[in-house]
């Protein structure tokens, strides 16, 4: 079966640092870009980057260039979101995505994670 | 930076069909795609391509895009169809998506 399985619920205080997880199986991980895609309680999607494990090509939303940095290790299958200071308006659902094909443009994410929670609080 | 326009809401009784519109700039010059997601899951990619639809997505959902805009047609709606829904295009290597329209099925 072809699934992202991501990391657990964190809870996690202003200044902390965090690295969340997005491991792929089923398909060969190293063929297809993997995105990462925010979602703040009540709102909408916003796109935040997205990797090439082969290579590890990285492209930033500037909305998160700088924010935050997108990693991957393709001996475990494994994209990573990572956060060096933490703050408050970084809680959101933080989904991973693989597209449809192995194009980098013009195709849709099939393939979602289940999500992971990211609470920062003090 | 490139912006997708989407209503907020859209209301449509069962059996009827449901549209749901997305706007932006020459949109119609890229590839459209639409993502449905309910209350604690994940989205789901119900068009690609502007009218593709992935394996196990019911024929009912039909999608299209010219000129500002792409629309998503949803025919003989169901009570399980209500969700948001979520344009997506792609501007350069960057992704962007519409801000969303929750679908009411009454």
Known sequence: EVQLVQSGAEVKKPGESLKISCKGSGFSFTNYWIAWVRQMPGKGLEWMGIIYPSDSDTRYSPSFQGQVTISADRSVSTAYLQWSSLKASDTAIYYCARPITTRLMDDGFEIWGQGTVVTVSS | ?106
Do not use: H
């Open chain 2, 1 to 106: 930076s490139y912006e997708l326009t989407q209503p907020p809401s859209v209301s449509v009784s069962p059996g009827q069909t449901a549209s749901i519109t997305c706007s932006g700039d020459e949109l119609g010059d890229k590839y459209a795609c639409w993502y449905q997601q309910k209350p604690g899951q994940s989205p789901v990619l119900v068009i690609y391509k502007d009218t593709k639809r992935p394996s196990g997505i019911p024929e009912r959902f039909s999608g299209s895009n010219s000129g500002n805009t792409a629309t998503l047609t949803i025919s003989g709606t169901q009570a399980m169809d209500e969700a948001d829904y979520y344009c997506q295009a792609w501007d350069s290597t960057t992704v962007v998506f519409g801000g969303g329209t929750k679908l009411t099925v009454l």
